[in-house]
């Protein structure tokens, strides 16, 4: 005897849902799943160097696109009909041709843009396959240590940061410091703590001949890279130098330090911003470059603090509660906490000097 099954039905959403504001958030989910495929999408074409071929050519087909970039036509006709499912592409039905625009081209293909964004791509899938530690991190409160992340995002991070160290720190940062620039171009000793990859100390070495640098990480590997670019751009051991240190333990005294987007990853914030005040001379200034936040939560609640406090979850939370300390401060940590950490390390004289929609750039003096 066969039997009959009853259609099934999708159940009604209960009374209190209104349909319009599900349908917007159903349409949200999409496109945020689309956005987070496209994330990877996005670093394997910045891997592949097909975001420059279509820079320097133009449109292309994707067998043309393929055989620039020297690579297999299927997966590159897949990929670029997502990408400009996702406007980071330009199709022409007509031509059957695929263009990357100059505004998209000027993020995604040109590192000398102010805007070059191809690095925080890059870092992402390497964050992505910690996903079970963080997922325990959740669970236990345990920490992942930035070291135990792959070298993508190491270089990923440098490259998202070095474009706006590029077209701001010298041109602007610096000489919104009180006296600084001035000390720079006249010859001092710089410290440069949690230097990463050495991005800005490089930059500022090479713009300030007569002072000297020291870059200081507790990363072995970054360390070593920092040094190798330091070579390549053949700045010797007597202008700047790489060194393994923590931030509440580098030697030295200083005349100036600078920490970049590193103080909110540090175990004990509190603890470096004592160490650089004991390490600075008695008319020393230390700058503190951070991510670009408002002092509460209301405040971040826009892009930039989508991206940072997504950020700040996987990465930068996990490695402070992966050091001694464990203060968690968070990348949106907003001026008023880091101005109280300043003043309770016996900084007198704190205040912001500039901002950016990506930074803030705090000045310390003893």
């Given at each position: 005897m066969t039997q009959t099954r009853e259609p099934r039905t999708t159940p009604a959403p209960p009374a209190a849902i209104d349909q319009a504001k599900l349908e917007a958030f159903l349409g949200k989910v999409v496109d945020e799943v689309g956005a987070a495929y496209n994330t990877v999408l996005t670093a394997i074409?910045?891997?592949?160097?097909?975001?420059?071929?279509?820079?320097?050519?133009?449109?292309?087909?994707?067998?043309?696109?393929?055989?620039?970039?020297?690579?297999?036509?299927?997966?590159?006709?897949?990929?670029?009909?997502?990408?400009?499912?996702?406007?980071?592409?330009?199709?022409?039905?007509?031509a059957g041709?695929?263009?990357?625009?100059?505004?998209?081209?000027?993020?995604?293909?040109?590192?000398?843009?102010?805007?070059?964004?191809?690095?925080?791509?890059?870092g992402a899938p390497a964050v992505f396959g910690l996903t079970p530690r963080i997922v325990e991190g959740f669970?236990?409160?345990?920490?992942?240590?930035?070291?135990?992340?792959?070298?993508?995002?190491?270089?990923?991070?440098?490259?998202?940061?070095?474009?706006?160290?590029?077209?701001?720190?010298?041109?602007?940062?610096?000489?919104?410091?009180?006296?600084?620039?001035?000390?720079?171009?006249?010859?001092?000793?710089?410290?440069?703590?949690?230097?990463?990859?050495?991005?800005?100390?490089?930059?500022?070495?090479?713009?300030?001949?007569?002072?000297?640098?020291?870059?200081?990480?507790?990363?072995?590997?970054?360390?070593?890279?920092?040094?190798?670019?330091?070579?390549?751009?053949?700045?010797?051991?007597?202008?700047?130098r790489f060194e393994v240190a923590g931030?509440?333990?580098?030697?030295?005294?200083?005349?100036?330090?600078?920490i970049f987007d590193a103080l909110h990853d540090m175990g004990d914030p509190l603890a470096v911003a004592r160490h650089v005040r004991e390490s600075l001379t008695p008319d020393g200034t230390f700058m503190l470059f951070e991510p670009a936040a408002g002092d509460g939560v209301a405040d971040n609640l826009n892009p930039v603090g989508r991206l940072?406090?997504?950020?700040?979850?996987?990465?930068?939370?996990?490695?402070?509660?992966?050091?001694p300390g464990r203060a968690a401060l968070g990348a949106q940590a907003g001026p008023a906490r880091l101005g109280a950490i300043l003043t309770e390390a016996g900084f007198t004289r704190v205040r912001e000097a500039a901002r950016t929609p990506f930074n803030i750039v705090l000045e310390a003096r003893p």
């Open positions: 074409g910045d891997q592949l160097g097909l975001y420059r071929v279509l820079a320097d050519t133009g449109p292309l087909t994707s067998a043309d696109l393929a055989e620039r970039s020297g690579t297999a036509e299927r997966y590159v006709r897949e990929w670029a009909n997502a990408q400009a499912a996702s406007g980071f592409l330009r199709y022409d039905a007509d041709t695929y263009e990357l625009p100059p505004e998209q081209a000027f993020v995604l293909a040109d590192e000398t843009s102010p805007v070059y964004l191809a690095g925080i791509f890059q669970r236990t409160g345990q920490g992942v240590g930035w070291h135990e992340h792959g070298a993508a995002l190491f270089e990923g991070t440098e490259r998202f940061f070095r474009s706006g160290y590029r077209a701001n720190l010298v041109s602007d940062w610096i000489p919104a410091l009180d006296g600084v620039e001035e000390k720079l171009r006249r010859g001092v000793a710089v410290a440069d703590v949690g230097c990463g990859h050495g991005a800005s100390t490089l930059l500022l070495a090479e713009a300030f001949p007569s002072s000297t640098f020291v870059g200081f990480d507790y990363h072995q590997a970054s360390i070593d890279a920092a040094r190798q670019r330091a070579a390549d751009a053949g700045l010797g051991a007597d202008r700047v931030g509440d333990e580098y030697p030295g005294t200083y005349d100036v330090v600078a940072y406090y997504a950020i700040s979850t996987m990465v930068c939370t996990p490695a402070s509660l992966a050091q």
